[in-house]
């Protein structure tokens, strides 16, 4: 009886691993006819404990997720009606699967061998099948399915990165496609607020050769969203450094600083980046704006010179000198004591405005015609200041 007994108690003890093979089994019959059911039953073996680290499971789960796919694409080139939503989420779905079972059978036995038995066969699926992850993110993405489309994209970076395709160059070779694959990947997340999803894709890349500034942007921005001040200012720090030419990095930094009361070390940055790139009217701009903060009008409209001497036509420059020259002769006007001495050279601020007004007016009215008509009241032009405030009734 004793020996009876424990025979049976090892039979329960091997029950629950081999029911969950026998599953995975019969999820691999059902595949064909039924995708759905199979899809349960492999998922239940998936998660137990005898059956989660076989290679089995993950090629009949990608195997599952494939046939769901090819169904649906067989459709479609047929020109048949298809679910091309079913399809494509199926496709994502079978990439980690059949990734899985590569990583599980490149394990060395216990004789140091590989055996790749399901691996073989999950490599060909994948090489037949991934290109369309580009169009499943581009569905995704013009469905506005964001989260979807950052899967999808990431999804065929993965592919191409996985140890499974090393010895096929046409893969493994990251080429334009592969770089900007895996900045929309990193965009897609960060819209939809996945900043860790975001922040990882953006760090495998950041040295990539090509949408380098844009990834080093999306990392920033994540670090930005998480509250992260310190990777923040690193990103862009480090973006400053490789991309120097773009005002993206130096005009965060710069506005950090002015945010925490540094208005030295907000300069500092920008001085740093127009060593580079002297005629940035972007910059030249925001170092007159932080001169007005500092109440130091002169040197702010030294700033705007410089910048309207690159780009006469550019709208903030001319608005901002004219503005400037109409607060100069404001703070000759409110003197406590004005004088006629006072009074002319307010005047002839507001002389020296006018010409910049009337630029940015003409580029935007709707923004500039309350200060440009009070200018033309001021100097008695008054046929002008009612020309002017009649177009804005």
Do not use: C
């Not at 195997?63 to 496709?91: D, S, T």
């Not at 990193?186 to 760090?203: F, G, R």
């Not at 950090?256 to 910059?283: H, I, M, P, W």
Request: charge should be neutral.
């Amino acid at each position: 009886m004793k020996k009876l007994a424990l025979i049976a108690a090892l039979g329960l003890v091997s029950t629950g691993a081999y029911a969950q093979a026998i599953k995975a089994k019969e999820a691999e019959k059902l595949h064909h006819n039924n995708p759905a059911e199979a899809r349960t039953m492999i998922a239940e073996a998936r998660q137990h404990d005898e059956t989660k680290n076989d290679a089995y499971t993950w090629f009949v789960s990608g195997l599952v997720e494939q046939k769901a796919y090819n169904n649906e694409f067989v459709k479609a080139q047929l020109g048949q009606q298809a679910n091309e939503e079913a399809m494509y989420r199926a496709l994502i779905a079978e990439v980690p699967f059949f990734l899985k079972t590569y990583e599980l059978e490149n394990v060395p036995n216990e004789k140091g061998k590989i055996k790749l038995k399901y691996a073989k066969k999950a490599k060909d699926y994948l090489q037949a099948d991934y290109q369309n992850l580009l169009n499943a993110g581009s569905f995704f993405q013009q469905k506005a399915d964001y989260k979807s489309s950052a899967q999808a994209f990431e999804q065929y970076v993965n592919v191409r990165r996985a140890p499974m395709f090393a010895d096929n160059k046409a893969i493994a070779t990251l080429d334009t496609t592969a770089y900007q694959v895996a900045y929309f990947s990193a965009l897609m997340y960060h819209e939809v607020k996945d900043y860790d999803k975001a922040i990882a894709i953006a760090n495998d890349f950041r040295e990539a050769p090509v949408h380098g500034e844009d990834i080093y942007q999306v990392l920033a921005a994540s670090y930005q969203a998480k509250g992260d001040s310190v990777q923040l200012i690193k990103a862009l720090e480090e973006g400053q450094t490789k991309f120097a030419k773009s005002p993206y990095f130096t005009l965060n930094l710069a506005q950090l600083a002015f945010n925490q009361g540094d208005l030295a070390k907000s300069e500092s940055y920008v001085l740093r980046a127009l060593e580079q790139d002297a005629q940035n009217t972007v910059l030249l701009n925001f170092l007159g704006g932080l001169a007005e903060q500092q109440q130091n009008l002169d040197k702010a409209a030294e700033w705007y010179l410089k910048s309207l001497a690159v780009k006469a036509d550019e709208y903030d420059a001319n608005y901002n000198l004219g503005r400037t020259y109409y607060n100069q002769a404001v703070e000759l006007f409110n003197v406590q004591n004005p004088t006629k001495l006072t009074d002319d050279k307010a005047k002839g601020f507001l002389a020296k405005a006018v010409p910049y007004l009337e630029a940015a007016y003409k580029l935007k009215p709707a923004d500039v015609y309350y200060v440009l008509s009070n200018t033309y009241d001021r100097l008695d032009r008054k046929a002008d200041a009612e020309r002017i405030r009649a177009a804005h009734q």
